[in-house]
Structures are given as C-alpha cells and as structure tokens.
C-alpha cells in the first residue's frame, strides 16, 4: 500500500520544509511539495511536523539487577517506546562476567525475537578482557553489533583501567565505538561507607555520595585513556556543568568525543530527593543521580550549541514494589527512571515550544545523529527517498498532560506526572506502516537492525559540530 501524507513539515537536522512525503513497500519513496496522489490512501498533516523516527540509543529492557528485574521487558517497554515516536531502541546485552560476548548477545536475542513492537539493535558490555573477548570484537561487528559498553563503576561490570585501554586500542582496529558510564567507583564506596556509618540512609544521600566531581573527574579520566589510544568515545548520561567541561577541553585538544543526555538531566532537580515521604523520594534513584538548576540551564546551553550530540532515555524501570527493597537503606534501591515512552513530547515542550532549541536540534539529538552514530544512517534518522518509512507526525495545538494511568511502561508512576504538553504525537509509522494512531499502538513487529560501523563527525573547538 502506497501512503502520501500530505501537507505537512518536513522537519530535518538542517531545518524545516512544506513537502509531502510518500511511502510505498516500507521505505520512503519521494519528498517534495505537491507530490501526484494516484493510488496511495492520502493522509492530511496540515499543520504538522514530520519527524524522521526518534531513535533511542539507551535503553535497558529486562535487565536483572540487584536482585530484580526491570518492570518493562522488550515486550512493554518497545511499545511504550513506538507509543512515544521511538521506532528504534538499541538496548546492552550484558554478559555476566568470564561469559563469552556471544553468550550475551544469544540471551538478549531471545528476550527481543517476537517481542519487540519497534525495530531494535544491541549494544555490547565489555565488563571483562581478554584474548578470547578480543576476538570476539570483530565478530560482534560482523553481526551487526558495532557499539560497545564499558563502566567505570559498579563491581559486576567494571572493568580495570588497563584492559580498558585495550579494549578501546581493539575498538579503533575493528572499527567499533564505545560508550562509557563515568563515575569514580572508589570514592563513591567511600563516601557511601560514611553515610551509612553516619546512620544518613536516606534517598538524600545519595546525591550526596555521586557528586558532580566525581561524574567530571571519571570524565576526565576516561578522555585522558582515549587521548593516549587516539580514539573516539561516547560519554553516556552526561549530567552537569563539570563533566561537560571536560568534554569541551578534549575537543578543544582535537579529540573526537560524543555526549548524551536525558531528559531527567535536563528537567528535574536534585531536590526530589528531598521529598518528605520516602518512597517519592526513592522513585528518583538512578546514577549518575539528578543534579542542580545550574546543571540543567548548562545542558539546555550545550544542547543548543550542539555541544551535546544525542538525546537519550536511559529508560531502566522498576514499579515502586520494587523500589521498595531499599525502603530503610538508599544503597539497596534500584537504580533507574521510567521515560522511554515521553522523551519526544518532553523535548518539544520544554526544548522546542520553550524556545530553548529548534525543531531542527531536537531532530539532530533524536533522529540523525544517533543514527549515525550507530552505524544505521541513512536508512533511520532522515526522512529522504530509500529511507525506512519511520515517520513521527507530531501536532503542536493537540495539548495533552502526561500521568501514569495513561501509559504503555510497565511502572506505576512517571517522574512527569501531571506535566502539561505542548502537543502530542498524533501518528507513528514504522518501515511505512501506521503503527500509532492518537496514542493507540495499532500494529507492531520490530526487527532487529544490522548496523555498521558509526559516522563520524568532528567537533570544534568549542564543541560544535562542522
């Protein structure tokens, strides 16, 4: 079947046009103003934007953790995902460690294959070296796989600093790229110790315990291994002032580094975990943790700038039943925030109808930078002729107000609720077909996306991209 929506604004990295969009056997087939109708069924997006498909390149579905497993499965979580203009997630299987990446990659097939509702690709946790994980790199990439993940904390998936300066020698010869989770693990262990000998078991402890310096000091760091191995790297969560200043320093040394961010990053404050009622409080744990005001205007900053490079989720889920394990000691909650179905009404809102961003950056942030840097541009991230039909139609003047009884994840509550929209998501296509329709998920079947290795683009010195 042949579609033509009709009418509306093409939106792209480079800026807006009026063009119609035609897609025909699940790609797009032809953009430009008054398109020929002939036999496709006409859809009018007068008063429209037209949104390649967001792309959300962090996301954490059915991921065991401390003892639980997150509330959103591929199955719930990839449908809140499209619900929300998503129509491609690329998710971390993680092998346990001594498990061979291919163990890993193998679980995380079966908990996708037949499950999930948008497209979807993997990311790889390196959490051990050696000569065997070595030689798998190439065969990762060789299966699609060509993004890789390393952490600086957390004892189950860190590795030491050495094998990750090999693993990131290995991912220049092969042509991969990681991604870093950066937090000093030795001083939050001891700042944690404190707290809990002090009896502070609280959720305000634990800002307290990751603070911004110790996010920009790991930043730092990791960028000093990169220099030393003359190789790209992908700061992930990036939250506060701090950080992103070493960020800026390492380009302005010709360094090629990528930041992202999240929503919670961008909106929230420090001060949740202020709450007097402990559970509402708990809701907001995740790490890094959420930061100050000044950290929020200084992302808005970057972000228009183009400073900051990707938009993502960070979606790791848990009802509050689950939250509450860690009810009377805050190092025992989970760690996580709902928000992979509300990330692209929250930055129209706030980024775009606020004025603080154009149409054209929460384009590059969620659509063609990702794409690219995921090695799966151009068939995602641009609306252009023999690219995937995924499209988002977003109306501006259709208000809305986000609360968990309207929403597709599996979790009780939103860290929005009761946050008025401007606009909403009137429809979702995925590879051409209508899959959302004013909020209701008409038809699923994603698949698992081959991707090559990233496109990369250069900064300058200042951070932004040329």
């Known amino acids: 079947m042949r579609t033509l929506l009709q009418g509306g604004t093409v939106v792209s990295a480079k800026g807006m046009t009026a063009a119609d969009v035609l897609l025909e056997k699940g790609l797009v087939s032809a953009v430009g103003e008054h398109l020929p109708v002939g036999d496709a069924q006409v859809v009018d997006c007068a008063g429209k934007l037209l949104f390649p498909g967001?792309?959300?390149g962090h996301t954490h579905f059915d991921l065991e953790v401390g003892g639980t497993i997150t509330?959103?499965?591929?199955?719930?979580g990839s449908r809140a995902a499209l619900r929300g203009g998503t129509t491609m997630v690329v998710d971390f299987a993680a092998p346990d460690k001594g498990e061979t990446l291919a163990a890993g990659l193998e679980r995380w097939r079966r908990k996708a294959e037949g499950r999930a509702a948008c497209d979807y690709g993997f990311h790889m946790t390196i959490d051990d070296w050696n000569e065997g994980i070595s030689r798998e790199i190439g065969e990762m990439l060789a299966q699609g796989i060509s993004s890789f993940k390393m952490y600086m904390t957390y004892p189950a998936m860190m590795i030491p600093e050495g094998d990750m300066y090999h693993a990131l020698?290995?991912?220049?010869?092969?042509?991969?790229?990681?991604?870093?989770?950066?937090?000093?693990?030795?001083?939050?262990?001891?700042?944690?110790?404190?707290?809990?000998?002090?009896?502070?078991l609280s959720p305000a402890s634990h800002p307290r315990t990751r603070p911004a310096p110790l996010e920009a000091e790991a930043v730092g760091h990791l960028l000093r291994l990169a220099q030393l191995a003359d190789v790209p790297v992908i700061i992930v969560h990036l939250t506060c002032r701090e950080a992103l200043e070493e960020v800026r320093a390492a380009r302005r040394r010709g360094?090629?580094?990528?930041?992202?961010?999240?929503?919670?990053?961008?909106?929230?404050?420090?001060?949740?975990y202020d709450r007097p009622e402990y559970m509402e409080a708990a809701k907001f744990v995740c790490a890094p943790p959420i930061r100050k005001k000044a950290d929020q205007d200084a992302l808005w900053e970057a972000l228009r700038k183009g400073e900051i490079d990707t938009v993502a989720t960070d979606h790791c889920s848990f009802t509050t039943a689950q939250k509450r394990v860690g009810?009377?000691?805050?190092?025992?909650?989970?760690?996580g925030l709902p928000g992979v179905e509300h990330r692209g009404v929250l930055l129209y809102t706030h980024g775009v109808a606020a004025g603080?961003?154009?149409?054209?950056?929460m384009c590059r942030v969620l659509c063609e930078n990702p794409a690219k840097l995921y090695g799966c541009w151009p068939r995602k991230g641009i609306i252009a002729p023999g690219s995937d039909g995924d499209i988002v139609v977003y109306d501006p003047t259709a208000d809305s107000v986000i609360t968990a009884a309207d929403q597709l994840q599996n979790v009780d509550y939103t860290p929005y609720e009761g946050w008025k929209t401007a606009g909403s998501i009137a429809r979702v296509y995925l590879r051409g077909r209508l899959a959302v329709d004013r909020g209701r998920v008409l038809e699923t079947g994603g698949q698992f996306i081959h991707r090559g290795k990233n496109h990369t683009f250069s900064c300058s010195s200042n951070g932004g991209m040329v």
Do not use: M
């Not at 509330?71 to 719930?76: K, L, Q, T």
């Not at 990681?178 to 001083?187: I, P, Y």
């Not at 603080?356 to 950056?361: F, K, L, N, Q, Y």
């Open 54 to 56: 967001f792309i959300d």
């Open 71 to 76: 509330a959103d499965d591929f199955a719930s």
């Open 169 to 200: 020698l290995r991912l220049k010869e092969a042509g991969g790229i990681a991604g870093v989770h950066c937090e000093n693990d030795g001083v939050i262990r001891a700042l944690t110790a404190e707290a809990r000998a002090a009896g502070r």
């Open 255 to 272: 360094q090629t580094v990528y930041a992202e961010t999240c929503p919670h990053y961008l909106l929230l404050e420090d001060s949740v």
């Open 327 to 335: 009810q009377y000691d805050f190092t025992k909650i989970p760690g």
């Open 356 to 361: 603080r961003i154009t149409a054209a950056d």
